[in-house]
């Protein structure tokens, strides 16, 4: 299994472009699984079209940077929540050589593929693995949360695809990503792979190829760390 951990849908663009080229080549078959939306956003199998069908804003946000590979809208399947079971769902999975998870709301991702009844096959493919933002956080075996929009700071349980490690995704260089980074090597004392928008990793085995501006701290850089929280702590 190849693991490609992103942001957003843009690893067609030079920071990620050379190095994905011979992972996504033309011949690929692509299964997108939108399953990390809210209740409120799609309820109904109606909405989900609306949302994700062909020509929709959403659609071609997702699509688009697989045509920079080579790879046809014609490669690519979906597994609609609303009207595919566990079985049309595990048959596009065995026909697929990537599968692409979209970012959103991890937590509703686990709970609609444990609905489907696919979360195994997911563990055992042998294939591509991409995901964005939440899609990237669900490859882990536990994963951090930061505390944003007055929801605190929490951990949740993934796939377990990959173990060892933590993300910080969408990374910037502020109170509430440093404050995350510093919080989960205290608790959890792994390494974090933390990356910008422009950022991701692609990990194989044991050898992973980092992004764009993705970089890698552990506890031996909780000083620096709390330094730079201090600084803009006190500027702001």
Not at 29 to 44: A, C, F, Q, R
Not at 191 to 197: K, L, S
Request: one cysteine or more; a negative charge; charged letters at 30%.
């Amino acid at each position: 299994m190849i693991n490609i951990l992103l942001n957003i849908s843009n690893f067609d663009e030079e920071w990620a472009y050379p190095s994905l080229e011979n992972i996504l080549t033309p011949d690929k078959k692509v299964l997108i699984l939108p399953l990390s939306y809210n209740e409120g956003w799609i309820t109904d199998a109606y909405e989900w079209k609306r949302k994700f069908g062909k020509g929709r804003r959403n659609y071609e946000e997702i699509v688009r940077p697989f045509r920079s590979y080579g790879i046809t809208d014609r490669q690519i399947k979906w597994i609609n929540y609303y009207t595919d079971d566990e079985f049309s769902a595990r048959r596009k999975i065995e026909k697929a050589d990537v599968l692409f998870f979209t970012g959103g709301y991890p937590d509703w991702m686990m709970q609609r593929l444990y609905d489907l009844g696919i979360q195994d096959d997911i563990r055992n493919f042998k294939g591509i693995v991409m995901g964005t933002s939440a899609g990237a956080c669900i490859q882990l075996d536990e994963f951090h949360l930061p505390a944003e929009d007055e929801e605190p700071f929490q951990y949740q349980e993934g796939l377990g695809l990959l173990s060892g490690f933590d993300i910080d995704v969408h990374f910037e260089e502020d109170l509430v990503h440093l404050e995350a980074l510093i919080r989960s090597l205290e608790d959890m004392g792994k390494p974090i792979i933390a990356y910008p928008n422009q950022g991701g990793v692609i990990i194989e085995g044991d050898h992973f190829e980092l992004l764009g501006g993705a970089f890698v701290v552990d506890v031996n850089d909780l000083n620096d760390l709390y330094k730079t929280y201090d600084y803009l702590r006190y500027e702001i």
